[in-house]
């Protein structure tokens, strides 16, 4: 009789194809939707954004690359207006270092990207990575939001070798408040933000004397600005048993104006908004003729008021 054996060879390969899978996976994680921020007129504007690069696989070097966005420049990035105007920003890696973040098409150096690497590792590991977008102060357009898009891109290797892995996208997202503001100022001085009140004192009154004030507007709508003088053209007596009044002489940049006692005066209805350095209007108050008024100390207090067209 004649025995057969035969033998059963089971090769189980699912293992190994598991760990091939293993061998080189690099994506992006956490990138934010939008970057948000108000904008500031007097002040820089430092955002900062983060996401994640994870990694399971064998040892690799990679980097990410930021696009120019609509402006099509890394010289400057520009968001755009949902009522017009632009607001100037720029990405940067951080905001001491200020490296300009680029992508492969301005042919970028090692430090206008951002890099990393990872060892040898089977599990996944995550690196988290930060950059820094930035405002310039002293910009002035139109209220509203401000947009712009940015693509990052993944790649796998070195700015001499690489593989793009992944790309996502965020928006830069920046609001321009609505700015309406009133300065007084010396005659000739810049705009300047906390100075809302100024007095005029003429010492002894005498025939002649002049006083001057600048009354400066920043805004960015159409405005009408208007003024209410207590005693029109005139100052009065502090007390309230005597009405004496001494006249004054009133020119707005240069040209008289006359005001009524307590009744609104229309100094200007704007045809646009103002530039960031403002708008000047200038105040020469003089003492007019002097009909012996009786002695004493003479006011007039006069209110400014700016509103939207």
Not at 6 to 29: D, K, R
Not at 59 to 77: C, D, K, L, N
Not at 268 to 277: E, G, K, L, Q, W
Request: with cysteine.
């Amino acid at each position: 009789m004649t025995r057969s054996k035969s033998l059963l060879l089971m090769v189980f390969l699912f293992p190994l194809c598991v760990a091939l899978g293993w061998s080189q996976q690099l994506l992006f994680q956490n990138v934010p939707n939008r970057i948000t921020g108000t904008y500031t007129l007097d002040a820089e504007l430092v955002l900062t954004g983060t996401f994640s690069v994870r990694h399971r696989g064998g040892p690799t070097e990679y980097f990410v690359t930021f696009s120019a966005g609509s402006s099509g420049s890394f010289e400057t990035r520009l968001a755009s207006g949902t009522g017009g105007g632009v607001l100037a920003y720029q990405i940067y890696d951080a905001a001491d270092t200020r490296n300009v973040l680029k992508d492969l098409s301005a042919n970028p150096t090692p430090q206008e990207v951002l890099r990393g690497s990872f060892p040898d590792d089977s599990g996944w590991t995550t690196q988290d990575l930060s950059f820094v977008v930035i405002l310039p102060p002293g910009q002035f357009p139109p209220a509203g939001t401000f947009t712009d898009t940015i693509n990052l891109t993944l790649y796998q290797g070195t700015l001499a070798s690489y593989t793009q892995k992944a790309q996502r996208s965020f928006q830069v997202r920046i609001t321009m408040p609505a700015v309406m503001e009133l300065s007084l100022v010396p005659p000739g001085s810049p705009f300047s933000a906390g100075s809302t009140a100024s007095t005029l004192d003429f010492g002894i009154l005498e025939e002649g004397k002049t006083r001057a004030v600048d009354l400066m507007v920043r805004s960015n709508q159409i405005y009408t600005l208007s003024m209410v003088s207590q005693y029109g053209n005139a100052l009065q007596i502090v007390d309230p048993a005597d009405t004496s009044t001494v006249p004054l002489r009133v020119t707005l940049n240069g040209t008289p104006i006359s005001l009524t006692p307590a009744q609104s005066y229309t100094v200007a209805a704007s045809a646009s908004p103002t530039a960031y350095v403002g708008v000047r209007y200038s105040f020469v108050f003089t003492v007019d003729t002097l009909d012996f008024p009786t002695a004493g100390d003479y006011s007039c207090i006069i209110t400014f008021t700016l509103q939207a067209q």
